[in-house]
Every structure is written in structure tokens, then in C-alpha cells.
């Protein structure tokens, strides 16, 4: 929707995932934006994904720490970028030892499952560390990278409910990656409310995940 709003209808997205769940909920939301005249979805995986299109801009969210050659796929993918078009790229980075002080150790306990069940799923959330690496690698520059994290506290933060709904997201899957939900977290439904409660009570600041960005241009 980011890049729709930027070439509005003179222009053209074409949007990518393997799940037709989530790309009819993007179709949807892109009626509701009222881009959905230049803006498509395509079900692919954005491993095997070709086109003879050429595009100015190539954009991928949460994309490159599933990846197992996020520098191969970029490459592969810059064929269909023009010359001097942009790669821009946005990670996540869940590694915090301490991701809050003075220590809540419910949300840290909560923090910490999240960041084990990605590890586990083979999808470290480390990727944002690795961009300047991963970019040379594909054959662009060296990247411009920056990062920026949100820190919560005190009543009425949203980053409870976020690390809630995380949690809670996940849970189906604990069994099969081997991991348990730790039992200060149950039960899952009052668990943003019990964050609140705690961080308040021992006045913690909490940290959500880094945010990573990158973005450089195809050679000419």
C-alpha cells in the first residue's frame, strides 16, 4: 500500500505471496485503499517468482530471515529491477538479552519464547544485522542501513497487546518446534493485561524488536 500511495495510478504493483489467504486479504485491502485499479497479487513463491516486467522498485518486508540465500534470491530478483532501480528491504531483529529494565521478567520471558520460536523455525531474527553482507553478496552496493526500536512502559501501551497477540500467534506451533509455554505466561488471554500490570508495578521500560531498513540502487 506504501508503494501504491508513492507511483498512485500512473504506475504499477504487483505484490507477491505463496499464501492465498493473505493475498485476498490484500486484494481487499487494496479495493479499500482505492489502488486496487494498479495494484496486483500474484501467489508465488518468492523463491521460484519470475517475470520478463522490469520495475523500478523492488520492496520486501519480513522477507529475507525465511530465506535460506536471501543474497541468491535478491540477485535472482535484481533481473527484474531496471538499471539504477531501487532494493529496498525491511527486517525485524528480536535478539535483546535484556529487552527490559528495570527487569519484568514476564515480559522477558515473553520476549525470549518469541525470539526461541522463530530460532527454531529456522528463521533467526537476525537478519537485520546481516544486510551490508547480504546486499554486496546479491551485487548492489553497500547499503544505506538504519534501525530504530519502540520502547513501551507505564499504562495504556500498545506494546503489551503486541507481545500478547505475538505470543498467543505462535502457541499452536510450540510442540512441534519443541518448546513450551512457560506457565507465568496462561493463561494467554489475560496476558496483556498481566504485562501492564507488572511493568507498572516494578516502573520497567520494555523493548519491542529493532527495526532494520536497507536500501540501495542496481548498478547502472
Not at 495494484?39 to 529475507?64: H, K, M, N, P, W
Not at 535484556?98 to 527487569?103: C, G, H, K, M
Not at 495504556?156 to 507465568?184: C, F, I, N, Q
Not at 521500560?205 to 531498513?213: C, E, P, R, T
Request: aromatic share 8%.
Amino acid at each position: 500500500m506504501l508503494a501504491a500511495e508513492i507511483v498512485g495510478p500512473n504506475g504499477r504493483v504487483v505484490g507477491i505471496d505463496k499464501d492465498p489467504s493473505f493475498l485476498e486479504h490484500a486484494r481487499r485491502r487494496a479495493v479499500e485503499n482505492g489502488c486496487a485499479p494498479w495494484v496486483t497479487f500474484e501467489q508465488a513463491d518468492v523463491e521460484a517468482f519470475t517475470t520478463s516486467d522490469r520495475f523500478d522498485a523492488l520492496v520486501g518486508r519480513y522477507i529475507l530471515l525465511y530465506l535460506p540465500d536471501a543474497a541468491a534470491t535478491l540477485a535472482r530478483l535484481l533481473q527484474s529491477v531496471k538499471p539504477g532501480g531501487i532494493v529496498v528491504c525491511h527486517e525485524v531483529d528480536l535478539t535483546d538479552p535484556r529487552p527490559s529494565y528495570p527487569p519484568c521478567p514476564l515480559w522477558d520471558q515473553g520476549y525470549k519464547l518469541v525470539s526461541d520460536a522463530f530460532t527454531c523455525a529456522g528463521a533467526p531474527v537476525t537478519f537485520g544485522r546481516k544486510f551490508g553482507s547480504a546486499f554486496l553478496r546479491a551485487g548492489l552496493p553497500f547499503p544505506t542501513i538504519v534501525s530504530e526500536g519502540t520502547v513501551g512502559g507505564g499504562p495504556g501501551s500498545h506494546m503489551y497487546p503486541w507481545l500478547a497477540a505475538t505470543v498467543k500467534s505462535l502457541a499452536p506451533r510450540l510442540a512441534e518446534l519443541r518448546l513450551s509455554l512457560p506457565p507465568a505466561l496462561a493463561p494467554l488471554d489475560t496476558l496483556a493485561a498481566r504485562l501492564e500490570q507488572e511493568a507498572i508495578r516494578l516502573g520497567s521500560q520494555v523493548m519491542a524488536s529493532i527495526q532494520f531498513g536497507a536500501w540501495a540502487r542496481k548498478p547502472l
